[in-house]
Structures are given as C-alpha cells and as structure tokens.
C-alpha cells in the first residue's frame, strides 16, 4: 500500500513539473519574442534616420531570434534598397514572400529592386502580383507604369498611370509620369498639362517644374522653361538635373556664360555627371574655346568610356581647331560604339571632305543615310562633295532631295543655286538664290551668287545691287570684280 501512494505522489510531482518545464518554455519564447521585435522595432527607427547598417543589424538580430519574422526580411530588404544592394534587398523579399505568400508590399518593392537592375520583365510580374492581391494598390500601378516607361511600351504605361489615378485622383506623382509618358510620345501639350495638375495637388513638388520646364523646351518655349526649372531650383537647390536643363534652355537663348554657369552648378552637386560635362563642352564649342571644350569631352570620356555622342562632339572641336585626323578618330570610335549613329557618319563625312577625300566623304554621308532616310543635312553635304569632284547632276539631286525633306533649308537652296550656275542655267540658280533670301534675308553669300549669276546674265545693275548687299552684310567682295560692274552698269565711284 505504501508503495502504491508514493508512486501516486510521483505521478503527481512529474505532471507539476511538466507544467512547471512547459511554463518557463512559454515564458522563454514570449521573452524571445518581445526581444525580436525589439530588435525589429529599433530597426525601423535608425531606417528612419537614415543609418541602414544599423538598421540591417536590428533586423538580422531579430531574425536570429525568430527566423520566421516575415517583416523582418521584409524591412531589411527595403534597407538594402536604400543602399542600393538590390540583390541582398531581393533575397531578403524573396524570403518574406515564401514566409506569406500574400505580402503584397513584399511584392511590390521585389518589383522596384527589379526594376533599379533593369530587369523590367521581373519588375513587372512582381508588380502585377501585388495588383492580384489588391487590385486598389496605386502605387503598384504607378511603379508598374513607369516600368513600361523604360521599356518604351507608352500606351501600357498610360493606361497603368490611368487606373491609379481612378484609384487615387489626388496622386500627384502619377500625374507627373503620366506626363513623363506623353513627353516621350511626342505629346508636349498633354505633358504640360499634367505636370500643371500634379503641381495644384503639390505645389512644392520640384519635379514636375522641372519636367515642365523639358516639355516647354521641346516646344522651343525657352523662356517659359527657364522659369519653370528655376522654379525647380528655388525648391530644392541641389536638383542636379535642373541646373543642367536650365543650362541646355540658356544655351538654346545663345546665352552660352549663363549655360557655363548651370552646367558648372549641376557638376558641384553631382561630380559624376557626364552629360553636365559634354554639354558645357558643346557651349565652350560654340564660344570657340575649343581647349575647354576638349577637357571638358576628356573628363566626360573619363566617367563614361562608352559615350559615343562626346567622342562626337570632340571630334567637332579637334574639327574647329583644324586637327583633322583626330577629329576623325573620335567620330570612328563614336562610330565603333553606335554603328547607327548617323551624325558621326556624316561628321566624318566633311572631315574627310576638308582633307580632300571626296569619295570617303560620299561613303560617308551614303551611310548616314542609309541610317537616316530624313538627314536633310547630309543630303546636303553629299551634294557639296559631289559638287567638288564636279558632278553637278549629283549635285542637284542631293539638295533637292534636301529640300524636300526641310523647304525652309536655305542653304540647300544657295547651293543648288551655285550647281545650276556651274551648268549654265543661271535663271534657275536666280530662282534657287531668291528662295534662300526669302528664307533668310540676311544670307550674304546668296546676295553674292545671286549678283554674279545677274552679271553672266549681262543684267549689270541688279548684279551690282546684288553683290553690294552682300558687301554690306560683311560679305568678302573682290575689289576688282565691283569696279568692272560700276563700269559695266555705268555708275563709277
């Protein structure tokens, strides 16, 4: 019997010592648990603060304690973004997703880490997965459609920024890309007015202004860009992007000091900032300062060795400087890295042309366009090398063909007018000279042609009118050739 009740007191011990072992069990992973999300919650603080180390170590000592701590890999990721570590950021959504398959949030900021990689195919499934789990997600539409954008597939993107606005019609951000979207269409006006619409929503959003600012110069509205991206500026004045826009819209005004200023701003902000650098190059190209320019395409080189339009733009200045076989050089490695680059073919072209090698500069210009059906100027040029070997059928075919493309080119007319002079047909290069200075009244050169085809006609005082004009408007006049018209049409000095 005493046997029996001590085994009835064991039974009875072990089962509170069960429950005793199973009550400091549960109270260790409530420990562990409220020690996670310490670990968590300190985490989001210092990524608020923007120190993403210190933050990556809170979420990884969370994770330690709870390996399933689906937020936390979520959160770390989003760290790793910020440090622009998009193959640790996707790993780590990657491993929320398989945790809850229906975090959408994780799916979403896969698709952005995808997207900063340029894996536009993944972005977009991941952003549409997140669409499927809430169809009212606008910023995955957004996200979604300015994916389309880099992918150049416009119409999707539209319809993408559509549906988040119909969810969300005070998104202003979905008004700017939209407007981004209409930009790359072609479509200034459309992108003009919702650059407008997300500045009524937010009116100190800077980049709409400088969008703006991009579409008002496409449409060669430079003064209304200036102030939009000043407008830019005065909201955030280190907007890189703005300085180097207003600079392009200065350099469009011919105001070449005030786009050295701009660009030069935009490189204190941003010291890696390639196209700051050629286009300040290009502006010192047209204030002849071709050494400037020539440093500044070397520094361009120096950040991006594959920028074929520096290599371009050297060219022009070593062109400028008469180095004529650097100049080629540079427009062949342009070429090397673009084959279809067809201005560097055509570069090439009047370099080879001002060397006197007409046939590789036809070569050139053939293969412009070949590239380019539409490259009036290259027609152009075609036309002049054609003329020096003096084939004035050529000649004139060329420069009509230019014309056709742009009616407005006077210079294509000047010099189709100087082909049918050679050929004797001065009433048609009379006819070629006038249309050029209807065009442009101020063409000296054509004033000089003009007047010497009205003296092979015999018509002594309109070719003395003619070459007169032309010396007036600065026009290099041969002494000699004046004093036989004052004779001819009998006004002497």
Do not use: H
């Amino acid at each position: 019997m005493k046997n029996r009740v001590n085994k009835y007191i064991w039974i009875i011990l072990s089962i509170v010592l069960f429950f005793l072992f199973s009550y400091a069990s549960a109270q260790q992973e409530q420990t562990e648990s409220m020690d996670a999300e310490f670990y968590y919650n300190r985490g989001i603080a210092y990524g608020k603060k923007g120190q993403y180390d210190r933050a990556i170590s809170d979420y990884t000592k969370a994770l330690k304690i709870n390996p399933r701590y689906a937020r936390a890999y979520y959160n770390r990721g989003i760290a790793y973004g910020k440090k622009d570590q998009y193959d640790q950021a996707i790993s780590d959504f990657s491993k929320a997703i398989e945790i809850d398959p229906k975090y959408d949030a994780a799916y979403f900021n896969r698709g952005v880490a995808y997207g900063n990689k340029d894996q536009y195919d993944q972005a977009i499934s991941d952003l549409s997965k997140a669409i499927e789990i809430d169809p009212r997600y606008a910023e995955a539409y957004n996200n979604r459609g300015m994916t389309y954008v880099r992918k150049g597939q416009y119409d999707q993107a539209i319809s993408d920024f559509n549906k988040t606005l119909k969810i969300n019609p005070r998104y202003a951000e979905a008004y700017s890309n939209r407007g981004i979207t209409y930009g790359e269409k072609g479509q200034y006006d459309r992108a003009i007015s919702d650059y407008t619409k997300a500045l009524k929503i937010d009116p100190k959003y800077a980049a709409p202004y400088n969008n703006r600012g991009v579409a008002y110069g496409k449409k060669d509205q430079y003064d209304q860009a200036i102030s939009d991206l000043s407008k830019a500026i005065e909201i955030d004045p280190k907007y890189a992007a703005a300085y180097y826009n207003r600079g392009v819209a200065y350099g469009k005004k011919d105001q070449y000091d005030q786009g050295i200023s701009d660009f030069t701003k935009a490189l204190k902000i941003d010291p890696r900032y390639a196209e700051a650098y050629n286009n300040r190059g290009v502006t010192y190209v047209r204030k002849g300062q071709y050494d400037q320019a020539i440093s500044d395409f070397n520094k361009t080189l120096k950040i991006n060795p594959r920028y074929a339009e520096a290599y371009k733009n050297r060219g022009i200045a070593y062109g400028k400087k008469g180095q004529y076989d650097r100049a080629i050089s540079d427009y062949t490695k342009a070429i090397e890295i673009d084959p279809r680059y067809a201005e560097a073919y055509s570069n090439r072209g009047i370099t080879y042309g001002k060397k006197g090698q007409y046939d590789r500069a036809i070569s050139d210009f053939t293969k412009a366009l070949e590239i380019n059906p539409r490259f009036a100027e290259a027609y152009s040029n075609r036309g002049v090398a054609y003329g020096k070997k003096g084939q004035y059928d050529q000649v004139i075919s060329d420069f009509t063909k230019a014309l056709e493309i742009d009616p407005r080119y006077a210079e294509a007319y000047n010099n189709r007018g100087i082909a049918y002079g050679k050929k004797g047909q001065y009433d048609r290069a009379i006819s070629d000279y006038t249309k050029a200075l209807k065009i442009n009244p101020m063409f000296a050169g054509a004033y000089y042609n003009r007047g010497v085809a009205y003296y092979y006609k015999k018509e002594y005082d309109k070719s003395l009118e003619d070459v007169e004009k032309a010396q007036n408007l600065g026009y290099q006049t041969s002494p000699k050739f004046l004093e036989t018209l004052r004779e001819a049409s009998g006004k002497p000095n």
